[in-house]
């Protein structure tokens, strides 16, 4: 493949692109089950593995990490799941193998597969009217007893939360988050809700005013602190040893291979390929090729600081300067003196952003990128 370092680390995400139903905010690409044919599935199985098959001969060593997603990875059973990932582990098991799974889906034949070694969850809410709300298809009580299910069987497990959802209270989500808790999720993701153009749910109703918004965010943030979790990604929080890794290769901009209906993929190093699978089940299952576009040194420098500074590590300014052969204080320092000293840490290794700076990421993003 064009573009890749096979001297370097590479990551795998696999896209599972079926839906049992389509959640009221969803803009990801997937297919609900009535709009499915009888043999959309076992093609895309074949596509799929095909297709890890051509990359494994090609790169002949193991994954650094995969990551099955979706859509939602239940769907497809646990016999096609296996598949897929036998093809994936071929040269040997990766450092950590996730993969999602709505709660209604989750069982105690999924929980045995033994390639599998950390589960991610979509809970969005344990309150049956924030649900609704979201449209998901899981009830609360499905959310107890995959959380049950989770905490009994000894997997590491993540559970996504979505927050700030139009006549949810802050007191809900607190809530909400305490509970998921109580199950022993090692790694929790607590997001606001967005409003995708498009989807059923922006066209009915209307965003939490900022102000609410921000103070979901902070009384959020602050409880997961209380109870443990690291806040290491602007989203995402996790116990000592629980962060994921292969959102880490994303966060660093490492290399990694997207397979599935568009999946995006990025490859090299100063000048990363960028590329993406056609969105849509019959052009991929058919064999089409996606796209791809060798990005400039400083679109990747770009996309490095836009990634890099999500995350409480930050930059770390020897690699940045190893990457693109600028002395990071020299590029940025200017830059970084407009900026109010309370939303960052800055040293000789690394530039990061405090939970002040989180919360105007785009900000600072954009004075930092406005000089590149
Ligand atoms: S289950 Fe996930 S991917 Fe499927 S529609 Fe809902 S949010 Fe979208």
């Known amino acids: 493949m064009e573009g890749l370092d096979c001297t370097r680390p590479l990551s795998l995400y696999i896209h599972v692109p079926f ?6 905010y969803c803009a990801f690409y997937s297919v609900p089950e009535h709009l499915r044919c009888d043999d959309d599935v076992g093609r895309y199985t074949e596509r ?16 650094h990490t995969v990551f099955i997603g979706g859509g939602n990875p239940g769907t497809i059973g646990r016999e096609r799941l296996e598949s897929i990932l036998r093809a994936a582990l071929a040269h040997g098991r990766p450092e950590e193998c996730t993969s999602e799974i709505n709660p209604e889906d989750l069982s105690e034949s999924f929980l045995s597969i033994d390639a ?35 905490s009994g069987s000894g997997r590491r497990f993540n559970a996504d939360i979505i927050t700030a959802v139009p006549g949810e209270r802050v007191s809900t989500t607190i809530s ?11 790694h929790i993701s607590y997001y606001c809700l967005t409003f995708e153009e498009g989807t059923p749910l922006a066209s009915r109703l209307e965003p939490v005013s900022e102000d609410l918004e921000i103070e979901f965010l902070k009384r959020g943030w602050e409880r997961l602190g209380e109870l443990g979790y690291r806040h290491y990604e602007v989203s995402n929080f996790a116990k000592a040893g629980e962060e994921c890794l292969h959102n880490k290769v994303y966060w660093k901009l490492g290399q990694y291979i997207g397979i599935g209906p568009g999946a995006e993929s990025s490859i090299g190093w100063s000048r990363a390929v960028s590329l993406r699978e056609p969105e849509d089940l019959r052009s991929y299952n058919e ?17 490095f600081l836009m990634t890099a500074l999500r995350t409480s ?17 020299s590029r940025y320092g200017e830059a970084i003196s407009s900026l109010d000293a309370a939303l960052y840490r800055n040293n000789g290794q690394s530039f990061s952003l405090t939970e002040d700076g989180f919360m105007l990421l785009d900000t600072v993003i954009l004075t930092l990128a406005g000089i590149i």
């Open 19 to 24: 839906c049992h139903t389509k959640c009221g």
């Open 48 to 63: 799929t593995i095909a297709s890890i098959e051509r990359l494994t001969a090609e790169y002949d060593k193991p994954f």
């Open 116 to 150: 599998i070694d950390r589960i991610s969850v979509g809970i969005q809410s344990m309150d049956d009217d924030v649900l609704k709300t979201l449209g998901r298809n899981a009830t609360a009580e499905d959310n107890r007893r995959a959380l049950s299910m989770l």
């Open 176 to 186: 909400d988050i305490e509970t998921i808790a109580g199950y022993g999720a090692g």
């Open 287 to 303: 064999g089409l090729n996606g796209t791809g576009v060798r990005l400039t040194s400083d679109e990747t420098e770009e996309e």
């Open 313 to 329: 590590q930050g930059i770390d300014k020897r690699i940045y300067s190893e990457r693109f052969g600028y002395d990071f204080d």
